[in-house]
Structures are given as C-alpha cells and as structure tokens.
C-alpha cells in the first residue's frame, strides 16, 4: 500500500460503536445531541430572477433545496390493516444538516447531504443520503424487491416535461427512483412522484417486522425558509411470494429549516477531503448497473446493504488521512465489484 497522502487530519473520527451510538440516538430514537436542540432566525434565500422557462423554473426549485438547515423527522404509522398489528408510536428526532450541489450540468442535477453534528465539543460528520434529479429521463433505476434494482423504461408520454428523482443510500448505493413533475398551483413549488417500491428503512429493518418493503409516493415542497420532504408510504409484505400485502399506512415529514446556528465547516471539510472518493464510487455503481441494467446486491438492517460499512469506513480513513485516496478507490471498486458479482 502506497503512503497516504499528506493532508491535515480532519478531527471528526469515533469508533464504530460510538458512531452507531449518536447516529442512533440522532436518527432514529429521536434524542439529537444537545447541541443540535438549539434554534436560531433562518436565514432567507438569496432572491432569484423571474425562470424564463418552465425548465429552468423547475431547475430553479430543485437547486433551492442546497444550504445549511435544521432537519426535523417526523415518522408516524396511521391505519393498521391487520386485525393483529398495532401501529408504532409516533418517532420525531432531528439533526444538522447540509445540501450541497455534487454537480448541475442543466438537466441532471445532484444534490448531497451531510449531517454535522456535535457531541462533547467534538465534531460528528456523517455522509447522508444523495437526490439526483433527471430532466425527461429514459430510464429510472426502481426497488424491484429485496436485494434487486432495475432500470425501469419511463414511456414517451410520461417523460415530457418530468423529472425524475434517484435516491441513493450513504454508500451510494441505490435506494428508490420514481418520476414525477413540478407543478405550481396555490402559491406553492410542488414536485410529487408517481408511487415507488423502495427498501425498508433502517429504523425498520432493524426490528424485523412483518413487513418487508414500502410503496410511497414523495413530494418535495419548497416553504419561505427552506422545504418539506413528505412521504406517504403504505408497508407493504411480499414475503409469501405472492402479490403484496398491505400492513400499515405511514406518514413521514422530513421538515428542511434554513439555519446558521452552527457551522457547516466540518461537513465541507469532510467532502472536500472524499469528493473524488465518492466521485470513483459512484461511476463504479453507474457502471454495475448499466453491465447489468440494475443492480443485485444484498440488504442488510444495520447497514442497508452489505457494502455500506466497508465503503463508508474507507471515506472516513481517507478523511483522516489514514489511507491514500487512490488505495481508497481501487479498494472500493473491489468492494462493489466482489458485491454485485454474479453468484
């Protein structure tokens, strides 16, 4: 192994288990660090010139979802269609988190997420989920059940004038995709998808309830001081290898408050150091799914899926200056590579 290249250590490092401590506590217990509980005025978006078309107005609304935000999470099951299951308690948590654009080359856009948090005056940085948006897409990457993505045809009828949204895990490995438009009405920038099979969540899966995936359907709204992300997602069984059933309806509001409260310093730090890491991972994924027209590649309930830790763990070597970026990318193309071979 070559030796790591020379860069200033970033300070964001904790072991494993303490990792999985605050990420649990923040993400799905719903006790953020305290230093997250603070509030502040939101700052107010920069204004913008009048779109001259409605492509560049629906451009317009996809990249205001970029900055710096307090997130609140608000999850909820409603309606049980089992007479033996009780929905789950309502779970609300929080956290720091930043938007920033990967890259805008006019009809795709990617957006990635980075929680910054704080704990005993040390900082905590954790790559969180990554939203790419397509302009009248030809094909979009769906769930097709456990372990298996596919690279969906959208008709012809369909495309004009939608978007298409991918959702990707914090590996980069792929979540959910569907295809929606924005539309305007009411005073409000409403981007709303068609319904999507998507994986269970890692608050879920964990549990191992009887339930094994999700439809949903996602709407993204803009608000004065940043926008909403709401699903409305009905948990859904296929284990008996037949059409799946419906179990429980859940409400999910993920609430994006523009917020200067903290800095977002070690987040871009963080991707500054991994960028082109995270650069080489996803053109490995891009070319996995197009050898293959999707994916194949083992869930997990901790983790999401089996490449999760390693690649994650690789990122926060290299962030450390612990392992050398071009031994971080070739070992993890290994890693997916070894993960999506055909068994």
């Not at 603070?38 to 204004?47: D, G, K, L």
């Not at 997130?71 to 033996?84: K, Q």
């Not at 995936?213 to 859904?236: A, C, E, F, S």
């Not at 970026?325 to 290994?334: L, S, V």
């Amino acid at each position: 192994m070559s030796q790591p290249a020379s860069r200033p250590a970033l300070k964001t490092r904790k072991t494993p288990s303490m990792r999985a401590i605050l990420i649990a506590a923040a993400l799905l217990a719903g006790a953020a660090p305290a230093a997250l509980a603070q509030s502040a005025a939101p700052t107010q978006p920069p204004a913008q010139a009048a779109p001259a078309s409605a492509f560049q107005r629906d451009r317009q609304s996809i990249l205001a979802q970029a900055g710096q935000h307090r997130v609140h999470f608000d999850m909820r099951e409603n309606v049980s269609f089992r007479a033996d299951y009780d929905p789950l308690e309502e779970k609300l948590s929080g956290g720091s988190e930043i938007v920033r654009v990967v890259h805008d080359e006019g009809d795709r856009i990617s957006l990635q997420h980075i929680l910054v948090m704080e704990h005993d005056g040390q900082s905590i940085v954790v790559k969180h989920w990554r939203q790419d948006w397509t302009y009248q897409p030809e094909t979009v990457l769906t769930y097709a059940g456990p372990n298996q993505w596919t690279l969906t045809s959208v008709p012809a009828d369909q495309r004009q004038g939608a978007w298409s949204q991918t959702v990707w895990q914090t590996d980069d490995s792929p979540r959910y995709g569907g295809v929606g438009r924005w539309t305007y009405d009411n005073g409000l920038a409403t981007w709303t998808s068609n319904p999507t099979w998507r994986p269970l969540a890692r608050r879920d899966a964990v549990r191992n309830p009887v339930y094994d995936r999700y439809l949903g359907t996602n709407r993204h709204i803009l608000k004065p001081d940043g926008w909403v992300h709401i699903q409305d997602n009905m948990k859904m069984s296929g284990r008996d290898g037949g059409e799946p059933i419906a179990i429980v309806q859940e409400d999910v509001i993920n609430t994006y408050d523009r917020n200067d409260s903290y800095s977002p310093q070690p987040g871009d730090d963080y991707w500054a150091a991994t960028k082109a890491y995270w650069a080489a991972i996803r053109d490995q994924w891009d070319a996995v799914i197009a050898r293959d027209s999707g994916v194949r590649l083992q869930e997990e309930a901790a983790t999401g899926t089996v490449t999760g830790a390693p690649l994650m763990d690789l990122a926060q070597r290299l962030a450390d200056g612990e392992i050398a970026e071009a031994d971080a990318i070739a070992q993890g193309r290994a890693v997916i590579l070894e993960a999506t071979a055909a068994r």
